[in-house]
């Protein structure tokens, strides 16, 4: 696996150190950022604007369909932003979407998993 390493300036002008691994973007902070396909499902993953939660978002084509055009379902789930909750996201990533993809979530329901 190859991973890089770049220094940024946040807008505090305090140092972070960011790694950058394939689809993930992951600094000392926490932070998650996933833009993958995982298992024939579009994945996006990130810290959620609350400060509390992981936002997962899956969403399946059929096969040959064009990503341009509407997915034939998309569901969203919540992760507790802690510990278990970051390591069941960073870790266990692909469980997890398949969790989510035969979850049933009725249209207008938030989910929220707790770890």
Do not use: C
Request: positive net charge.
């Amino acid at each position: 696996m190859i991973v890089l390493f770049m220094r940024m300036i946040s807008k505090s002008l305090s140092d972070k150190t960011y790694f950058i691994s394939l689809n993930r973007l992951e600094s000392e902070d926490n932070m998650i950022n996933i833009d993958t396909w995982i298992s024939g499902y579009k994945v996006r993953a990130f810290n959620w604007i609350d400060g509390k939660r992981i936002y997962i978002n899956v969403q399946y084509y059929k096969p040959g369909q064009s990503i341009e055009s509407s997915p034939v379902w998309d569901k969203t789930v919540y992760i507790a932003d802690n510990d278990k909750g970051q390591r069941l996201v960073n870790d266990f990533t692909h469980s997890l979407v398949e969790h989510i993809a035969k979850m049933q979530i009725k249209k207008g329901i938030e989910v929220t998993i707790t770890v």
